[in-house]
């Protein structure tokens, strides 16, 4: 069975840092491309980063390109997303999502490409 658990998250004043974890099982991360998405409450569902694993390739939100980096340890079936210069905009539940076939869609965090979601962790950035 496909499983992906989230962790890391937690609460930081504005202008911290912390690292999410995407674990990955049931399947090999570089058969994927990994998504973290987002959601704060009653707010749509938004991407966030993506990375490739055949190649690398990555794919930031504007709103957070330049402050969050994406990464992946292939022998550990792990994606990270590190995130630096926190925003109170930032609090939200963060998810991590694995898409089979990778399409243009796909790295441009359309969640429709998705097929295979966490249960999500919450990060809150205080003000």
């Known amino acids: 069975e496909v499983q992906l658990v989230e962790s890391g998250g937690g609460l930081v004043q504005a202008g911290g840092s912390l690292r999410l974890s995407c674990a990955a099982s049931g399947f090999t991360f570089d058969d994927y491309a990994i998504g973290w998405f987002r959601q704060a409450p009653g707010k749509e569902r938004e991407g966030v980063s993506c990375?490739?694993?055949?190649?690398?390739?990555?794919y930031y939100a504007d709103s957070v390109k330049g402050r969050f980096t994406i990464s992946s340890d292939n022998a550990k079936n792990t994606v990270y997303l590190q995130m630096n210069s926190l925003k109170p905009e930032d609090t939200a539940v963060y998810y991590c999502a694995a898409d089979l076939r990778i399409t243009i869609a796909t790295m441009r965090l359309h969640i429709y490409e998705y097929d295979y979601w966490g249960q999500g962790t919450q990060v809150t950035v205080s003000s």
């Open positions: 990375i490739s694993s055949s190649d690398g390739s990555t």
